[in-house]
């Protein structure tokens, strides 16, 4: 549901690295690809970062990307995404050591949510929440939705 549209846009825009996929999986997961919130989707953030530079690193393409999505974040009316500004500033911690995470391959520190993700997390059960619950063997179900071949221009 999320993960391929993800991959998909992220190779659109020639996006290669774990760390770039995990970013793009992580706008779908909060923002959707599906033009469900108008201002704030992939698509949007796409257009309005604009497409890679000719020899821009994919480390500043991913910088410009942050900045653009947490601008949107920050500046949205009521408040409404203020306060998960700190999600796109802990990313860019990540991208801002990229020689150590562009590959996802060692565990990364995220400061401001205050979290160290391993790899090896249990993703069944949230352990911290939920102690005295079963884990559960069954995942959900993912099915398959279209995705575009581009990424769509936005409008406003």
């Known amino acids: 549901m999320y993960l391929k549209p993800a991959l998909k846009y992220a190779a659109s825009v020639g996006v290669e690295s774990n760390l770039g996929k995990a970013i793009f999986?992580?706008?779908?997961?909060?923002?959707?690809?599906?033009?469900?919130?108008?201002?704030i989707n992939l698509p949007r953030i796409l257009h309005l970062t604009g497409p890679k530079k000719k020899n821009e690193s994919e480390k500043a393409y991913l910088t410009?990307?942050?900045?653009t999505r947490r601008q949107l974040v920050c500046c949205f009316p009521g408040g409404v995404w203020n306060d998960s500004a700190d999600r796109m500033q802990d990313l860019q911690s990540l991208v801002d050591d990229w020689s150590k995470t562009k590959d996802l391959k060692n565990p990364v520190t995220l400061k401001i949510y205050g979290s160290k993700i391993t790899g090896k997390e249990n993703i069944?059960?949230?352990?911290?929440?939920?102690?005295?619950?079963?884990?559960?063997?069954?995942t959900a179900?993912?099915?398959?939705?279209?995705?575009?071949?581009?990424?769509?221009?936005?409008?406003k």
């Open 25 to 39: 999986y992580d706008t779908i997961v909060q923002h959707g690809w599906q033009y469900v919130e108008p201002y």
């Open 64 to 67: 410009r990307f942050l900045t």
């Open 124 to 138: 069944l059960m949230d352990s911290q929440r939920c102690k005295s619950q079963k884990k559960s063997s069954k």
């Open 141 to 155: 179900k993912s099915i398959s939705v279209p995705i575009p071949d581009t990424c769509p221009a936005s409008s």
